[in-house]
């Protein structure tokens, strides 16, 4: 019964949080408002996510989130750098393979989206079998540590978020 | 106020979208659709009836008085035309049905049905900017009628047809924005009232927005310089709907005639003769572009098509006389051609469907008596020729047109000639230049074209009454103080 | 404080328009086809900055739904031009 | 401003025209896309410039810009859509039906 | 309330500076994947820090514009998906395919993959 | 019987033959008889008190607006031709019955004749000359479909169209002359015209309306040099060129000329005119009788001699010549019709009537010979019969009128034509019946039974009785009609012999004797009109026709041949031409308003325009480069409206922008990537201009409207005063949308639900036609693609994306009516998540997805508007009339809610659907071309493939 009324909780809880951002005004008619709609839309558009995400951590959600987050002010610092201070013939650019442990394809797609938002990486393509990543790294002398760090400060902990 | 004014624009809408919605059959989409034409045109006739009794009536749209809120206005003009449209909207429907072209394609009903609203929207709106929006909803049912098939010929008509009406609903959007700049107002009314008392710094402004208008109609009535749109468009388009189109056009004359009498009458202080002394020498030339069409053109309907245009141009003639007379003269041509075009395309369709080719040579299969006869007496209609009601609208034309006898004269009666000897040689070469048997016709689909020539016949019969009714019609457009009146109009507020 | 607010926000606004000026310039001399889609991708998103300031400078959030728009229309329409240089048909 | 709105309105106007008269579809529906921008600038301007003051009724606001001209440009702007739409499937279909997309017919034959 | 002021200043200045950042990379870098990396995050972040100091000075004068926040969420997820689109777009049109490295697998990169399956 | 219902009798009988084929031929003939003799008889019964001199009326208002009333009236001319109408009409149908071949179509010949007849009649008894009119251009068209009658020969299409040409032509001019003689008279009724002679003579309209009205008597009466149709409309079946020659038709300008005669004769004008014209026809069609072959020929031409001879009298302006004019008409209808009829019955017995093979037929058809030659001799003017009369009253009048300045010019050349007249006479008789028998007939030529001779014989009794007893009967049915002509008491003194004191006798005598002299001296004057080159009327008419038609065509075709920019081109420079001209014929007093001053990142906003617009332009070949600048385009246009105070605009513009791209994007992969360089240096100069012009006027003509002020007050000055009081919302664009003007709103909506129809329409045409579908292939099959066809990032992120998307729609709906926003926004937002979801799963796996059919959300929408405005009407209110009130439920606030927003969401379905029915009607078409259907929702998806 829950489960039918609520596909995706937690983008209900995301849904909620949304409206009362929009809202702008906090009051108990929003309140009611988001959660109708909190409830509402996932049901509408759950028949185009037919799976449920398998999230076991929600916590470590959470913190990877504030990491991710974090390292993108500081990296941007970095890309900041280099596009004011390096010579164009200098930036050092280079592809990288990034092959996958994660399978969830939520799990890929954030740590996708994690690589593309912290400065000096963006994924560019996936393999067609789905378990490689394709990174460009705007200036990594040395593209094996970009790829080491992605797959351990990043994939290590979405696998562990992801079931 | 009675809001059976508003049900000719409601009564469509909602029956295009009942028959999306719950017919799914063909025969459903007929039933209903027939009904619902058949009750346009039940409703038309008391509708025009009401208007001749009781003089011009206003509707509020949504309560708000003019000229804030938009408004209808019902009155003999917007009457007849509604009237018109519906009578000629039910005949073609039944040709429709009859012949299968309404199963050609998909949605034709509901088509059908949204182009009856915005016909009847476009007569009966007193708003400038809702007669743009009525102009968009009866065209862009067009768009689709006219395509209706398919075929690539057609679809690339289509996309002049389109591209042309853009520009002019383009232009009339840059006319009523204008208008609305200069004036603060869009009810048409009030525009009459405020035009009188408009500072004369604004006048060249509101002339140019006052041609831009004229242009935008005459667009949609296929006047020369902008016709060329035309023939492509109704030859190419399925038979029945350029015979629903033969009212497309007179939406066109209908705008003129309107703005021309109550927005830009030849007494107001802004635009004085301007509007008529530009219809004039372009009627004439639309008359003369039309007939050497029906001369040489080379299919049987591209030469209805300039028929049609040659019409057109016979009826801004009469409009561009802006005299009581003139108008009298041009309602009652509009009548007439209005069925006479429709009966001609009618025909042409069953024409080309029986011989199989649209070219007008000669040596093409037998062709039924009756078939003959109805062309015979179309082309007698759209040539102007005795008994039909042709006839008598010309000859009301040229009476009306005396003072400009000299120019008129020559080029109505001039053309009349060359498109009688159009119709002659065609009609020898398709009906007489033949060879085989002929073949009669589907009973159903001759009655339509039966219908349109009796309504010509009786137009002939009863001219007396109805000349009777345009002058009066006449006479009240071109004191447009009653059609003012009825709009109670109100200050801003300051 | 107010002054430096406002100095803060017209310097930000001048930002984001030599940023626009910019991408007219990149728009011109584009290398490739996609370096123009990500011209007008970057657009999109220095108008949303622009449109934001102009109402916190304004202190109006009548424009609020305006870049909130952009920014969901201008991510549809970078994908849809991508895809149909990818693939053609965008909705395939 | 009056005068930059002034030159685009010119500017939109001269770019749609150009592409009307061009030979094929596309560039014409290019064109009539042009127009459309061209036209609904003109009617908003037909509210005259106002810079800060949406016809948002509020205490607190100094003025109004016209309400009106914008209620009718968003009338022009869906109508504009809905006929671009469709004479951009009329296009589709004459290319697909004929294998050419000229927008001229050589109507004689 | 000063410190929200100051906050929001700050992310002003900040967003202001990556904003201009991100369109001036896209001319000074000289490779196409290059030119991508920068308005696909100097800009992004540029905007969202700008965002957020907006929310901030809003926040100060008593006009908490929470919606800002909004939108900045909206452009940190769109924005990898965008990239990701440029990227193949790239892929697919302006770059070598040599110098990509291997998958490593028996399929190839998606973009350069067989169009017709998958 | 009234006048009105003999005029009618015939058009109402004209439908009885028709159905009464089915009893077979007699009964058909018997109809159309029964019909005539019907008509024959309501104008007897009226003829004694016509002969007594009364004029008998009948008056109908028909159309007094115009003057034109179906007034008839009978008087003494009236009464000849209606009798000759009649009377030789029913011969004709006698004579038709057995003369027609079982092979053609008798129901549809005597349906025309009928038709033909009633024509006739109408014309002859009308007493309003618009009445007149119609019946005068019926005989035109009912003469058409008579002389074409054989439709499968040549030479009847011809001459018929011919004759509706000449004819109707004169027709045309007849209506101008008509309505400026109405116009002089200040009636278009007869009997008022025929008083007021002396004032349309004064009249200085009196000349063009007697030239125009000429024109058509002459080009129906067979005129020089309108003579040429006559001879081909012979190519009818005999029956009708013996009707048509003689009572009818021809006869009908000759019967207005009379008619007319009181108020148009008398001055010189006429006389030049008239006279003149009747002479030379009289001369150039007796001489061509005389040289042709075929028997129908000569008596063609002979009619023209003789219409030309009547003209003449009719010209000459005096009493006698009037009556000698009244006399000719009736004897020449009875001589002319024996002479077709008989010339008919030859044919039919010799399959010839070519007179060079003939001869020799006295012998063999001694009954035929004895009723033609008795019929010629009249026409060759000899005494006993009727044409002798005739021939002497003419002669006489010639010899007493002064022409071209000489006394006696107009008797000596009045004496040559009847010489010729009696030459071809002469020769119709010898050549055909006289001389020996020929052996080479096809079979044995005879008498044909009573049916055919019957109607020649009644003819030449006639002719023969005329003759003798020329008072009597006669004389008071000439007198009657002469006195109508000349407007006075006529005596006519009509006998054989006048003593030889007559100058006629002597005249008539020579030309009798030149008559036999002439048909002596044939064979060599044959061989010297052989050698003589002459115009042939009919070659100069068909290529005069031809080349008027090559040239219709070639100027239709030239100018109509389906190219856009012509039209487009054409048109611009109208509205700016026009505009131009307008504005300069009116003051304009520039305006006085306090400019908005420039800024700086508005004005980076317009470089921006300015740039991507001329961009566009310049790069529009390449059509995916033009379509990024018109995007960029549109994004500076939604900027420029949130800048100038236009929230409600700027959303929308978004919207709607991002939704066109994807339209455009979609229908771009079917259509050619690029658009070739095809126009010429000087056509794009040329249309450059165009566009500057165009381009300026619109510029100059925005400038001078916003640096002014308003005329008047606006009225949306009363639409902010009310939006919250009277309409129940802050936003005042949304209170003008959804109910001061939502009646715009409410036709927006329906053309944006039609346009989904149409394209629907439109693309299920194609995906029907095997050409198109083909086509879909072969452009899917020739596009390099690249490999992935739904990325995973998108499609998670879309998860996510979908419901935050329509949760901003929703959000954008609700506040609409109070702050920027609405329900069409809202359905632009919805339609766009969709899009997106069909962009990242595909077509087939999304659509497959989709709770709801789009037609029926259009269908929902509008209905859910029109019920929503109609609702108003249960109290009483106009439609669309709207309420709003405020609700409070415990704990949340009091909303408000307005009818309104019901309205809105009408508005939001029908946006929705009508944009999701577009798009997803040209994706379907992808479908076709071959794509296989994704059964996952992304690439490498769990589950998925
Ligand atoms: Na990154
Ligand atoms: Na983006």
Not at chain 6, 46 to 54: C, D, F, I, S
Not at chain 6, 392 to 417: D, F, I, K, N, S
Not at chain 6, 809 to 823: A, E, T
């Amino acid at each position: 019964m829950i489960r039918r009324l609520l596909p995706h909780p937690g983008l209900t809880l995301f849904l909620i949080l949304l409206w009362l951002l929009l809202a702008n005004r906090p009051s108990l008619g929003s309140l009611v408002m988001a959660v109708i709609l909190g409830v509402a839309l996932p049901l509408v558009t759950a028949r185009w996510w037919p799976e449920r995400a398998a999230i076991r951590d929600w916590p470590a959600l959470i913190a990877y989130v504030g990491l991710a987050l974090w390292d993108i002010v500081i990296a941007n610092i970095q890309v900041a750098r280099i596009i004011l201070f390096v010579p164009a013939a200098d930036v050092r650019s280079a592809w990288i393979a990034v092959p996958l442990d994660l399978t969830a394809p939520e799990a890929i797609s954030l740590l996708s989206a994690t690589i593309t938002l912290t400065p000096g990486t963006i994924t560019a393509d996936m393999s067609a079998c789905g378990r490689v990543l394709l990174i460009h790294a705007l200036h990594a002398p040395d593209p094996d540590a970009v790829r080491d760090e992605i797959k351990q400060r990043y994939e290590a902990r979405l696998q562990r978020i992801f079931a | 106020m009675t809001h059976w004014i508003i049900v000719p624009v409601v009564l469509p809408a909602m029956l295009g979208a009942l028959i999306l919605l719950f017919a799914k059959s063909l025969a459903w989409q007929r039933a209903w659709s027939l009904a619902g034409t058949f009750a346009l045109w039940g409703l038309a006739c008391a509708l025009l009836a009401f208007a001749t009794l009781n003089g011009p009536e206003v509707y509020r749209l949504g309560n708000w008085p003019a000229p804030f809120g938009i408004v209808l206005m019902l009155d003999r003009l917007s009457g007849l035309m509604v009237w018109i449209t519906a009578t000629l909207a039910l005949i073609a429907q039944i040709y429709a049905v009859a012949s299968g072209w309404d199963a050609r394609g998909k949605h034709f009903h509901s088509l059908w049905q949204f182009q009856l609203m915005g016909l009847c929207g476009a007569f009966l709106t007193g708003d400038a900017f809702n007669l743009f929006v009525f102009f968009e909803v009866l065209l862009i049912a067009s768009y689709g009628l006219m395509v209706h098939g398919g075929g690539s010929v057609r679809t690339r008509a289509g996309v002049q047809y389109v591209a042309v009406n853009l520009l002019g609903s383009t232009l009339f959007l840059f006319a009523l924005a204008t208008v609305y700049a200069v004036t603060g107002t869009l009810n048409m009314a009030d525009l009459a009232v405020k035009l009188t008392s408009l500072p004369a710094g604004d006048a060249g402004l509101m002339r140019a927005a006052c041609v831009l208008l004229m242009l935008v109609f005459a667009i949609k009535g296929a006047l020369v310089p902008v016709q060329f749109w035309l023939p492509g468009t109704y030859a190419a388009a399925p038979g029945v709907v350029a015979a629903l189109f033969a009212v497309m056009t007179k939406v066109g004359a209908y705008a003129v005639l309107r703005f021309g009498t109550l927005v830009f009458p030849a007494s107001s202080p802004v635009t004085g003769g301007l509007v008529g002394d530009l219809l004039l020498p372009a009627a004439l030339a639309t008359l003369i572009i039309g007939a050497v069409g029906v001369l040489g053109a080379s299919t049987l309907p591209r030469m209805v098509a300039f028929a049609a245009i040659a019409s057109m141009g016979t009826l801004f003639t009469a409009i561009a006389g802006f005299t009581p007379a003139s108008t009298a003269a041009a309602l009652y041509y509009a009548l007439h051609a209005t069925f006479a075009t429709a009966a001609m395309f009618l025909i042409a369709d069953l024409v080309a469907t029986h011989r199989g080719r649209l070219t007008l040579t000669g040596g093409g299969p037998g062709m039924a008596g009756i078939l003959a006869a109805l062309f015979l007496a179309a082309a007698i209609g759209m040539a102007g020729m005795p008994p039909l009601s042709g006839f008598i609208g010309k000859l009301l034309v040229l009476q009306a047109l005396r003072d400009q006898a000299g120019l008129v004269w020559p080029v109505v009666l001039i053309t009349s000639l060359i498109t009688m000897v159009g119709f002659g040689r065609a009609g020898s070469s398709l009906f007489w230049k033949t060879e085989g048997p002929g073949i009669r016709p589907a009973p159903w689909t001759l009655a339509p074209p039966l219908l349109l020539l009796a309504l010509l016949a009786a137009l002939t019969a009863f001219a007396g009454p109805v000349t009777d009714w345009t002058m009066a019609t006449a006479a009240y457009l071109h004191d447009p103080a009653a059609y003012i009146a009825a709009n109670t109009l109100y200050e801003v507020p300051q | 404080m107010t002054l430096a607010i406002s100095l803060a926000l017209n310097f930000a606004i001048a930002c984001f328009a030599a940023g626009l000026l910019l991408n007219l310039w990149r728009l011109y001399t584009a290398p490739t086809v996609p370096d123009r889609v990500l011209v007008l991708d970057t657009m999109s998103v220095n108008a949303v900055a622009l449109v934001v300031l102009s109402g916190t400078q304004s202190g109006s959030a009548m424009n609020f739904e305006a870049a909130l728009l952009i920014a969901l229309t201008g991510f549809v329409s970078t994908v849809a031009f991508c895809k149909y240089l990818l693939r053609g048909s965008i909705i395939e | 401003m009056e005068a930059l709105v002034a030159i685009a309105i010119g500017t939109l106007t001269a770019a749609g025209v150009y592409l009307m008269l061009r030979l094929r579809t596309f560039p014409v529906i290019l064109g009539l896309t042009f127009l459309s921008y061209a036209v609904n600038v003109f009617i908003f301007i037909s509210g005259r410039l106002a810079v800060g003051l949406p016809p948002i009724i509020d205490k607190a606001a100094t003025g109004y810009a016209d309400p009106l001209p914008q209620a009718l440009v968003l009338t022009a702007i869906v109508i504009s859509f809905g006929m671009t739409a469709v004479i951009v499937i009329m296009a589709l279909a004459a290319y697909l039906g004929s294998g050419d997309d000229r927008v001229d017919m050589g109507d004689a034959e | 309330m000063i410190l929200l002021q100051l906050l929001g200043i700050v992310f002003l200045i900040i967003g202001g500076v990556f904003g201009l950042l991100g369109s001036y990379g896209m001319i000074k870098l000289t490779g196409p994947m290059q030119r991508l990396h920068a308005p696909s995050k100097a800009s992004t972040v540029g905007v969202a820090a700008v965002l957020i100091g907006a929310f901030f000075i809003g926040a100060a004068g008593g006009s908490i514009g929470w919606h800002n926040l909004l939108i900045t969420l909206f452009l940190l997820i769109t924005a990898p998906v965008s990239a990701l689109f440029l990227s193949k777009a790239h892929l697919f049109a302006t770059v070598d395919r040599s110098t990509l490295p291997a998958t490593g697998t028996a399929a190839d990169w998606a973009t350069l993959a067989d169009p017709e399956t998958d | 019987m009234s006048l009105a219902l003999i005029a009618v009798l015939p058009f109402l009988g004209a439908l009885l033959p028709g159905f009464a084929i089915r009893w077979g031929r007699s009964a058909c003939a018997g109809m159309a008889g029964l019909v005539t003799a019907i008509a024959l008889v309501g104008v007897l019964q009226h003829a004694p008190a016509v002969l007594a001199g009364q004029v008998v009326q009948a008056r109908l208002d028909w159309v007094p607006a115009l003057g034109l009333n179906a007034n008839f009236m009978l008087d003494g001319l009236g009464l000849i031709f209606a009798l000759l109408i009649l009377g030789i009409g029913l011969l004709i149908i006698l004579y038709a019955r057995f003369y027609l071949d079982e092979a053609d179509p008798m129901g549809r010949f005597f349906t025309c004749l009928l038709l033909f007849q009633g024509a006739m009649l109408g014309i002859v008894l009308s007493d309003n000359i618009l009445l007149l009119l119609i019946f005068w251009e019926l005989t035109s068209l009912s003469s058409f479909l008579l002389i074409g009658f054989w439709h499968h020969l040549p030479q009847g299409r011809q001459g018929a169209r011919m004759a509706l040409t000449v004819t109707g032509a004169g027709g045309l001019a007849m209506i101008a002359g008509m309505l400026l003689l109405g116009q002089i008279a200040g009636s278009y009724d007869l009997s008022v015209i025929l008083e007021a002679g002396a004032t349309v003579r004064s009249s200085p309209l009196y000349l063009p309306a007697l030239i125009l009205i000429l024109l058509g008597c002459f080009t129906k009466s067979a005129q020089f040099p309108f003579h040429f149709w006559l001879p081909h409309a012979m190519a009818a079946p005999t029956p009708v060129s013996a009707y048509l020659h003689s009572a009818t038709m021809v006869k009908a300008g000759i019967f207005l000329l009379a008619r007319l005669w009181p108020v148009l004769a008398g001055s010189p004008e006429w006389f030049a005119i008239v006279t003149t014209t009747g002479l030379v026809t009289m001369l150039l069609g007796a001489a061509i009788a005389l040289f042709k072959d075929d028997m129908k020929a000569l008596l063609a031409y002979s009619t023209v001699s003789h219409l030309g001879l009547i003209t003449m009298l009719l010209g000459i302006g005096t009493k006698a010549a009037a009556v000698a004019a009244v006399v000719h008409i009736l004897c020449h209808a009875t001589f002319k019709a024996a002479l077709f009829l008989s010339a008919g019955i030859v044919e039919h017995a010799t399959h010839t009537r070519d007179l060079r093979r003939l001869g020799g037929l006295a012998r063999l058809m001694p009954l035929t010979f004895a009723l033609a030659g008795l019929a010629a001799l009249s026409m060759a003017g000899l005494p006993p019969l009727n044409g002798f009369l005739s021939k002497e009253l003419m002669l006489a009048a010639a010899a007493q009128t002064v022409w071209a300045g000489q006394p006696w010019l107009l008797g000596l050349l009045a004496t040559l034509a009847a010489m010729l007249s009696a030459a071809y006479a002469f020769r119709f008789v010898v050549h055909g019946f006289l001389g020996p028998v020929r052996k080479d007939y096809p079979h044995a030529p005879h008498d044909p039974g009573a049916g055919l001779l019957l109607a020649p014989l009644v003819l030449v009794a006639l002719v023969v009785g005329i003759g003798l007893v020329p008072t009597g009967l006669f004389g008071a049915l000439v007198d009657a009609a002469a006195g109508r002509v000349t407007g006075g008491q006529v005596d006519s003194d009509l006998a054989l012999w006048h003593g030889v004191a007559s100058p006629a006798l002597w005249m008539s005598l020579a030309a009798v004797g030149g008559g036999i002299a002439v048909l002596g001296a044939y064979p060599a004057l044959q061989k010297v009109w052989a050698a003589t080159a002459r115009p042939d009327a009919k070659r100069g008419f068909d290529a005069g026709i031809r080349a008027l038609a090559a040239l219709a065509r070639r100027s239709t075709d030239s100018l109509h041949d389906g190219t856009l920019s012509r039209s487009v081109g054409v048109a611009l420079l109208a509205i700016v031409g026009g505009g131009i001209y307008a504005f300069t014929g009116g003051g304009h007093a520039p305006g006085a308003r306090s400019l908005t001053p420039v800024e700086a990142t508005p004005l980076i906003g317009w470089a921006a325009l300015m740039v991507a617009t001329a961009g566009a332009v310049w790069q529009h070949r390449s059509r995916f480069a033009a379509l990024l600048l018109v995007s960029i385009v549109g994004l500076m246009v939604a900027l420029g409206f949130a800048y100038f105070s236009a929230p409600d605009l700027a959303l929308t513009q978004i919207t709607v922008e991002v939704v066109t791209l994807i339209l455009m994007l979609l229908a771009l992969n079917f259509l050619p990537r690029t658009t070739p360089s095809e126009s010429p240096v000087s056509r794009r100069v040329r249309d450059a201009l165009i566009a500057g012009v165009t381009g300026l006027g619109a510029g100059a003509l925005a400038y001078a409207l916003m640096i002014r002020d308003f005329a008047f007050p606006t009225i949306s000055a009363f639409h902010l005063a009310q939006s919250y009081p009277g309409a129940g919302g802050t936003n005042a664009v949304n209170t003008i949308i959804v109910d001061f003007r939502g009646y715009d709103t409410y036709g927006e909506i329906t053309v944006l639900g039609i346009a989904a129809l149409v394209i629907f329409a439109l693309a299920d045409s194609i995906l029907r036609n095997p050409h198109a579908t083909a086509r879909l292939r072969a452009n899917r099959a020739a596009t390099p693609r690249a490999g992935g066809w739904h990325p995973q990032l998108m499609g998670v992120v879309t998860r996510a994306l979908l419901p935050m998307a329509m949760m901003v729609g929703v959000f954008i709906y609700l506040r609409g009516h109070n702050l920027p926003g609405g329900g069409f926004v809202a359905g632009l937002v919805f339609a766009i998540a969709l899009l997106m979801q069909h962009m990242a799963s595909g077509f087939q796996w999304a659509q497959g997805r989709m709770p709801v059919d789009y037609h029926a959300l259009i269908g929902a929408g509008v209905l859910i508007a029109s019920l929503c405005g109609a609702a108003a009407w249960a109290f009483g209110l106009p439609f669309l009339t709207s309420g709003y009130d405020y609700f409070a439920v415990w704990p949340l606030e009091p909303i408000g809610l307005a009818t309104a927003a019901i309205f809105d969401l009408g508005v939001f379905l029908s946006v929705l659907g009508a944009v999701m029915l577009t798009l997803a009607s040209i994706s379907r078409m992808s479908v076709r071309a071959g794509e296989p259907a994704d059964d996952a929702a992304f690439d490498n998806a769990e589950g998925g493939r």
